[in-house]
């Protein structure tokens, strides 16, 4: 009984040691932590932030269609003979004294107040900017497909923490209720012992055994609590309180056939679908580059008031026209569609490789969704033959017709099915979330069968 009790304040110990100032008020369920890590991850912040900056730069380049217009105010003041015969003329104040010879060659210095509206307007290039618009809107739809991913991603590797927080809480049970088992070995071996019916060697296996169960208790609390910081990191909360969660579920999925589920990923992923864009995006600047060689047709105005003082009498003047520009030596522009050739032809082969990367991917997935199903039975399976050997050998043992190594070893086998029980419902879950990644329909809805 002492020793029973001095068990049970040890392991008390133990969680107040490793879980203190760790414990939230309400658990934390799956959906919940979903929803944080897509508001607060630092990743999904980086994807939302991409997609405004390439929002942008469509706009910017979008601003090429629209007509240019400043107002400058311009103050001088000199006796620079061609400035001051400028000046005076702009400002209608020309006199017939002005075109004396010492007034030409050493005018007296002027001031000059110019208000200046100017402006021009791109009226055809081409189609350039046209192409360079439609590559814009491209990449930024690239973005946009691109932040999803990164969505999927973070749901993805939430639900990976959750789940093995999940497995380490039930790891910590299994070592603790092991614990408790081999406390009541010693007791009973001690009894034993007492009654001549065992020997002192038999007390001393028992104790090693509950020392090694320890042990592994702490070892499964250290494996709990680093479960819980990969989930903070994963959903960007590094302040989060752990929590007692509801305890992992052995659950049934849908299955799906391996044609089925390539066809579903080439529809759905968005990093597939991001690529497949920017590669669209890149032909249009291709194209631009082309059109770069052609003609550009722009108009252009200016108007200026110019004075000699602020309030003073002056002058206005305007001039506009059009303008046609063709390069005879576009040197710049074949380097320039050189460059862009190039990049057409990388972003291609990253889109074939990338292709062949998502069916490797998803076979994958396939692969180990159907191993761990198979685990999970024969798994299951096991942990009911190794409990009914424990069973029987501990009667045997009390009967004096089995050894102390032989309990020990049946406890160990009874330990290690019921662990490899909780992971292969650990590895069903997950591998089922992996391929519903794999194929681009892991969302916060569809994440919420895994709870």
């Known amino acids: 009984m002492k020793r029973i009790l001095g068990s049970a304040r040890w392991l008390a110990l133990i969680s107040c040691l490793l879980s203190a100032g760790t414990r939230a008020q309400e658990p934390l369920t799956l959906s919940r932590a979903i929803q944080l890590a897509l508001k607060q991850n630092p990743d999904a912040e980086a994807a939302r932030a991409t997609v405004e900056e390439a929002s942008a730069r469509a706009m910017l380049v979008r601003t090429q269609y629209l007509p240019q217009l400043s107002l400058t105010e311009d103050i001088s003041r000199g006796n620079d003979p061609v ?38 307007w791109l009226l055809f290039d081409s189609l350039h900017t046209q192409k360079l618009v439609q590559g814009a809107n491209l990449m930024r739809k690239s973005a946009a497909s691109s932040a999803e991913a990164m969505d999927q991603k973070v749901v993805f590797d939430v639900v990976q923490s959750y789940q093995g927080v999940l497995y380490a809480e039930r790891l910590v049970e299994v070592a603790r209720h092991e614990l408790e088992t081999a406390e009541a070995t010693l007791s009973s ?60 579920e052995q659950k049934d999925f849908q299955k799906n056939d391996l044609e089925q589920t390539l066809q579903t990923a080439m529809m759905n992923r968005r990093d597939l679908a991001a690529l497949t864009q920017a590669q669209s995006a890149q032909a249009a600047a291709e194209s631009a580059a082309r059109l770069s060689f052609g003609p550009r047709v722009s108009a252009y105005g200016n108007w200026e008031d110019d004075r000699q003082t602020p309030g003073g009498l002056g002058g206005s003047n305007w001039v506009a026209g059009a303008q046609i520009v063709l390069d005879i030596l576009p040197f710049s522009k074949h380097a320039a569609l050189a460059k862009e050739k190039s990049s057409k032809a990388r ?25 761990a199903e198979l685990s999970l039975e024969t798994a299951q399976s096991a942990i009911d033959q190794a409990t009914e050997s424990l069973r029987i050998l501990k009667n045997r043992y009390g009967a004096g017709l089995a050894t102390i190594t032989d309990l020990l070893r049946a406890d160990d086998a ?31 809805e569809t994440a919420e069968e895994l709870q």
């Open 189 to 248: 071996v001690d009894d034993h012992v007492k009654a001549g019916l065992a020997v002192e060697s038999d007390r001393m296996s028992a104790r090693v055994n509950v020392a090694a169960r320890k042990q592994a208790l702490i070892a499964a609390h250290g494996d709990l609590e680093l479960a819980w910081m990969q989930l903070r990191v994963a959903m960007g909360t590094p302040d989060l309180m752990a929590s007692t969660l509801r305890p992992i």
């Open 347 to 371: 972003v291609d082969a990253q889109l074939t490789s990338y292709q062949q990367q998502v069916r490797l991917q998803v076979n994958q997935a396939y692969i180990q969704r159907q191993t």
């Open 83 to 120: 400035y001051v015969f400028g000046a005076r003329l702009r400002q209608q104040q020309f006199a017939q004294t002005d075109f004396a010879p010492d007034a030409l060659n050493r005018p007296e210095p002027i001031g000059n107040f110019a208000t200046r509206i100017s402006g021009g």
């Open 414 to 444: 009874a330990r290690e099915a019921e662990a490899n029980y909780w992971h292969a419902v650990y590895s069903n879950a997950t591998t089922y979330a992996q391929q519903l990644y794999t194929t681009g329909t892991l969302t916060a």
